[in-house]
């Protein structure tokens, strides 16, 4: 049944209603947008230096120290997955891309005979691994908005605890990592144990030194209890800082290796953050632009009928005349 002018005007004023949401819904994921790029943009150096500390007293141990924390465990029973995405929707592709990466994933480890536990940081994600028939072990919400520390310290605690206890042998981390307002890739990391984290396959600066006959060495930093001495070895005629750890690298590894954990959730979680608000910022401009053009072809419509209708009246009135005549 075709619809009457009052219909189409009707549907006019509705679309343009949800216009109206859709452009202050882009607004609001803008104006948070530039807040959450600022955080990443103070905290990225911070979170690299951690995990270059961590890396370079990991190569300074040799041996890696017979903690808890630190050891490895002689076989691969139970692989920990950390899904990181967003409490709400309305924001594209973000939820679901990295919850399918994190599904992805857990086939595989479960095809080599490990089993996949999962864990979810937001709503989305733990609602659509249930529906999935996943097992999620534990989730956490409330805070994908605007992320504290606190929040990836709570992440930390349970993940690091799980993998103390040996109900997880393998850590990993899957989240939107953000390039910009339009751009956003599955990032997926090894957390635990150390000597198989994403931060062992990095290259450095200090690598490229190696390679060319320098020695392997690092950085303390304020907070970790190290002091550095130097000593000289030239090679090509270029002289290489040699560190001496005080207290050793053992025991400044086993102090760094939970900021690091904590640093690199925390990053994920701001990542994740900047990623979710830019995706929301584009699919809500989407939005209004298709609201926009579904407003003109309903507007063309009306015409239309309008048209038609006072055409149709003007025949009528023709044909009276020409009746009464």
């Keep these: 049944m075709a619809l009457t002018q009052r219909d189409v005007r009707n549907r006019i004023s509705a679309v343009g209603n949800i216009q109206k949401i859709t452009r202050a819904m882009e607004m609001v994921a803008a104006a ?23 890396r370079q007293a990991a190569d300074a141990a040799g041996q890696v120290p017979n903690l808890p924390i630190l050891a490895e465990h002689e076989s691969v029973s139970t692989v920990g997955l950390l899904v990181v995405a967003g409490d709400r929707g309305l924001a594209g592709a973000f939820n679901s891309q990295v919850v ?32 999935r028939g996943l097992d999620v072990a534990e989730s956490f919400t409330g805070f994908t908005d605007r992320p504290a520390y606190a929040d990836a310290r709570r992440i930390a605690g349970r993940l690091m605890a799980a993998y103390i206890d040996s109900d997880v042998d393998r850590v990993e981390i899957f989240y939107n990592g953000y390039i910009s307002p339009v751009s956003q890739v599955v990032r997926r990391e090894t957390l635990l144990p150390l000597q198989q984290a994403s931060i062992m396959e990095d290259d450095s600066e200090e690598d490229g030194d190696h390679s060319q006959g320098a020695s392997r060495g690092g950085s303390s930093g304020s907070g970790s209890g190290g ?73 063309l419509q009306m015409n239309r009928a309008r048209q038609a209708e006072i055409t149709q009246e003007i025949l009528e009135v023709v044909a009276g005349a020409e009746g009464l005549g």
């Design 32 to 54: 948070r947008l530039r807040r959450a790029e600022q955080r990443i943009e103070h905290l990225r150096p911070y979170a690299e230096a951690i995990r270059r500390m961590t």
């Design 100 to 131: 399918r990466a994190g599904a992805a994933a857990g086939r595989e480890h479960e095809h080599e005979g490990h089993r996949a536990v999962y864990f979810a940081s937001g709503r989305r994600p733990a609602s659509s691994l249930r529906f």
């Design 227 to 299: 002091s550095g001495g130097s000593a000289g070895s030239a090679r090509g005629g270029e002289r290489k800082a040699i560190p001496e750890y005080e207290p050793g690298p053992e025991e400044i590894l086993r102090r760094l290796v939970p900021d690091y954990v904590e640093i690199s959730i925390f990053r994920a979680l701001l990542e994740s953050t900047a990623s979710e608000h830019g995706a929301r910022m584009t699919a809500m401009r989407n939005a209004s632009e298709n609201a926009g053009e579904l407003i003109e072809d309903l507007t």
